[in-house]
């Protein structure tokens, strides 16, 4: 195969969306544009996943929050396989987390720093967001921006010192992100939680029901 140009647009041309696999049909396009957040950026590429929880969104939505006196501070993880590969280990202590590159501008990390001043709780909008402030832990500068890695694996017996509330979807189990929302809650609480939403048919996955733990 011999081939020239723009690597980026080739991709694009050829690729498909990465829908999940539960979602059973190819990607179009239409849902480059459903399958995203009101918040994406379109000048950057790299994660291969939506962070779902921000799926549920709307511009109107994060005006109303603005006005009501919430602060919105953004930053970029790049979701990689790492994330939604399965445990496989019987003693999840051996499971090992890919590393995914992340971003934290300035105005974001000098955000964070203000509101755990102030005592304000600083709330991650999806199990990506979360695992981006606890693995950044110790690098953050205020007025610098934040470019690094982090394999950092959360699950029970953690104790969360950056993120104070998550709103997030209901995830698979067997998951690493089903563990990081236990070792949030409890892992008693998000059994609960999961009969709930199993009892009421609330929809799981990336289309599906959120919730603010």
């Keep these: 195969l011999v ?11 050829c690729g ?12 179009n396009s ?18 291969v996943a939506a962070p779902t929880a921000g799926l549920h969104f709307t511009p ?8 009501a006196g919430h602060r919105w501070a953004e930053l970029t993880l790049y979701v990689g396989y790492g994330t939604f590969s399965p445990i496989r280990e019987t003693d999840i202590r051996l499971h090992k987390m890919h590393t995914e590159w992340l971003e934290i501008p300035s105005v974001t990390v000098d955000a964070l720093f203000a509101a ?6 600083v709330v991650a909008v999806g199990t990506t967001s979360a695992r981006a402030l606890e693995g950044t832990l110790g690098k953050l500068s205020p007025g610098r921006d934040f470019r690094g890695g982090t394999d950092i694996f959360i ?13 997030t979807n209901f995830h698979l189990p067997g998951s690493s992100l089903l563990l990081l929302v236990s070792a949030f809650a409890g892992r008693g609480h998000m059994l609960s939680m999961y009969e709930e939403a199993v009892r009421n048919k609330y929809r799981f996955f990336s289309y599906g029901d959120a919730m603010l733990i």
Excluded: C, H
Excluded at 60 to 67: R, S
């Design 3 to 13: 081939w020239s140009g723009d690597l980026r647009q080739a991709l694009e041309n």
């Design 16 to 27: 498909e969306m990465p829908l999940p696999p539960y979602i059973r049909r190819p990607g």
């Design 30 to 47: 239409e849902d480059a544009l459903r399958y995203q957040t009101v918040f994406a950026k379109n000048d950057k590429a790299g994660a």
């Design 60 to 67: 109107e939505l994060k005006k109303e929050l603005e006005k």
């Design 116 to 121: 755990k001043q102030a005592g304000r709780p």
């Design 155 to 167: 699950y029970p017996g953690y104790q969360f010192k950056m993120v104070d509330r998550l709103i």
